[in-house]
């Protein structure tokens, strides 16, 4: 009987019997340690708390598509090989140019020497150059061209002029202004040099250019005679050149002879075709 008392005591909640758990609290949940499981591992970055939710922004351009191809890259073959020789050509030709302008400002060389028609034919008239590298004695010497002239008088006797400095004059116009003329500074001076590097110390020319060359000066004559005053037509002309050395200065023991060097020229026989525009050599028929 015992025994059943026992098991009645057990079943009913007596002494003998465990107390069932008390209910839980939520403080007691708290508090309660974790229940055992697996490592926690690193704990993902948290972003920015979401703010209030916005309109979507603006949507920005595509991307731009890239353009069509320009300068020769937008030719077709065939042509863009065409601009390529094009190209190479003119290369070659300023190549050429540049070499063929040196040598001829160049002193005097084994080149100059063995090729110096080719230089001259490609250098004048057009590209001419009035200056040279490495000049061994620069100019010394003021240089005046000066003319004389042979006219019909209106009594009809031929009478000549004095000589007429023509470079004087030049220097006259140009002296105090500020922007001088091209043709007072430049024009019978380069006429002059023409002539020299056209001719022989024989004043006899060397083919075209130097025919050319006299023509020019006589037309350049022509123009300065005409506000000369003369009172009738000019028959002939005749230039000239006086060169004078630029005196040493003092502190110099160098001895410098200033006296005038002439070259005179022939006489040339005036022809309509050395009359420049507006010059009428004072033909009465020609001015109505």
Do not use: C
């Not at 069932?20 to 708390?49: K, L, Q």
């Not at 290369?91 to 040598?103: D, E, R, T």
């Not at 040279?132 to 008088?153: D, H, I, S, T, W």
């Amino acid at each position: 009987m015992r025994s059943d008392e026992h098991e009645d005591g057990a079943v009913a909640g007596g002494p003998g019997a465990a107390a069932p758990p008390p209910p839980r609290t939520p403080d007691d949940a708290d508090a309660a340690p974790p229940a055992p499981g697996p490592a926690p591992g690193p704990e993902p970055a948290s972003g920015p708390a979401p703010g209030p939710e916005s309109a979507p922004g603006p949507v920005g351009p595509p991307a731009a598509e890239p353009g069509p191809a320009a300068g020769i890259a937008a030719l077709d073959l065939p042509y863009q090989v065409a601009a390529a020789i094009g190209l190479a050509l003119v290369g070659v030709l300023a190549a050429v140019h540049l070499a063929m302008v040196f040598l001829h400002v160049a002193p005097s060389n084994t080149v100059t020497k063995s090729h110096g028609d080719a230089v001259r034919w490609w250098v004048f008239p057009e590209f001419e150059q009035n200056w040279r590298l490495f000049a061994p004695n620069p100019l010394q010497q003021n240089v005046a061209v000066e003319v004389r002239a042979e006219y019909l008088a209106a009594d009809g006797q031929r009478r000549t002029t004095e000589w007429i400095d023509m470079t004087a004059q030049d220097a006259e116009a140009i002296r105090g202004n500020l922007f001088p003329s091209h043709v007072h500074q430049n024009q019978l001076r380069r006429g002059w040099d023409f002539y020299l590097g056209s001719h022989d110390d024989d004043n006899r020319p060397n083919g075209v250019r130097g025919r050319l060359a006299e023509q020019y000066l006589r037309r350049i004559a022509m123009e300065r005679l005409e506000g000369a005053g003369l009172d009738g037509p000019v028959q002939r002309v005749q230039l000239r050149s006086a060169s004078r050395s630029i005196k040493a200065p003092e502190w110099s023991a160098e001895k410098t002879d200033t006296r005038p060097v002439h070259r005179e020229l022939p006489w040339w026989t005036i022809t309509p075709a050395d009359l420049p525009a507006g010059v009428v050599n004072g033909r009465t028929e020609e001015r109505g």
